[in-house]
């Protein structure tokens, strides 16, 4: 156990979402700014995030550098009819190491299903990518009382078919849809008890792979309110949109991030 109280092997991870931002020259630009900035990753897990277009440019600019590459979105099958998709298989090809799957703006904007999902996390880990699966409730949900029933129902749907024993590959996103991108962070204690909850979930499927599952934060998170969040004992890291943009912003983050 550390200072934090996490086991040592839940090693802090950093995702930087950029959602539908940066184009090639962008992204190129981004990382050459950004790697010098990253404190040592040893320490700490740091993955970007860009949109298709952009993972080659961002695998070749990090090259050799210790920094992840994730996805946004995947389709379950590996291959078919499915106009304007992208599958596990051709993300590995592309150098990519995971993919962020049920996003909130995906659920919302693109009818995301947890039935899909349901597909989607096993389909990743058979990849050899790791999924980074987002859950949380609506303001409305919070407001009448039923967080934990949302939450339990992502987290008890989504990981149906992924075999006990390969639970702790998934990382959880613990993202409050009215957190995210409005500037309002869950508070410490909000944040405590959704993440200790969503454990607790992992835990009723397997308890040894709850130990070693890592539960990230996200909604709203930049340089200032890292280190707080970054400190509670559940919270294994973060996934943050906005304040990704920017490389010296993110790189804040990182260096709140290590333990
Ligand atoms: C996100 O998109 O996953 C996110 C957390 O966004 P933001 O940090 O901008 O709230």
Same mark, same amino acid.
């Given at each position: 156990? !550390?200072?934090?109280?996490?086991?040592? !092997? &839940? @090693?802090?991870?950093?995702?930087? !979402?950029?959602?539908?931002?940066? @184009?090639?020259?962008?992204? &190129?630009?981004?990382?050459?700014r950004l790697l010098p900035q990253l404190p040592d990753?040893?320490?700490?897990?740091?993955?970007?995030?860009?949109?298709?277009?952009?993972?080659?440019?961002?695998?070749?600019?990090?090259?050799?550098?210790?920094?992840?590459?994730?996805?946004q979105n995947m389709h379950h099958a590996q291959e078919g009819?499915? @106009?304007?998709?992208?599958?596990?298989p051709m993300l590995v090809e592309a150098g990519v190491d995971g993919v962020i799957l049920g996003h909130s703006e995906r659920r919302a904007y693109f009818g995301e299903s947890?039935?899909?999902?349901?597909?989607?996390?096993?389909?990743?880990?058979?990849?050899?990518?790791?999924?980074?699966?987002?859950?949380?409730?609506t303001e409305e949900e919070r407001d009448r009382g039923d967080t934990e029933r949302r939450l339990r129902h992502q987290v008890q749907e989504d990981l149906h078919l992924v075999d006990s024993e390969r639970l702790s590959e998934v990382v959880i996103a613990y993202e409050p849809v009215w957190a995210i991108g409005t500037g309002r962070v869950a508070s410490t204690e909000?944040?405590?008890e959704a993440m200790s909850?969503? &454990?607790?979930?992992? $835990? #009723? &499927?397997?308890?040894?792979?709850?130990?070693?599952?890592?539960?990230?934060?996200?909604?709203?998170?930049n340089a200032e309110n890292a280190a707080e969040l970054l400190a509670l004992p559940d919270v294994d890291g973060a996934l943050v949109g $906005?304040?990704?943009? #920017?490389p010296y912003s993110f790189a804040a983050i990182a260096a709140a991030a290590v333990r």
């Open positions: 156990m !550390n200072a934090g109280g996490q086991p040592a !092997n &839940r @090693t802090p991870l950093l995702a930087g !979402n950029w959602k539908m931002h940066k @184009t090639v020259a962008e992204a &190129r630009s981004f990382v050459a990753r040893g320490a700490i897990e740091v993955g970007l995030c860009p949109p298709f277009l952009g993972l080659r440019a961002v695998a070749e600019a990090a090259a050799g550098s210790g920094v992840k590459l994730y996805a009819a499915f @106009t304007g998709e992208v599958s596990a947890d039935r899909e999902l349901q597909l989607k996390v096993p389909a990743a880990l058979q990849a050899g990518l790791m999924p980074i699966l987002c859950v949380g409730e909000q944040c405590d909850f969503i &454990r607790a979930l992992v $835990g #009723d &499927r397997c308890k040894e792979q709850a130990e070693l599952t890592r539960i990230l934060y996200g909604g709203s998170v $906005g304040a990704s943009l #920017d």
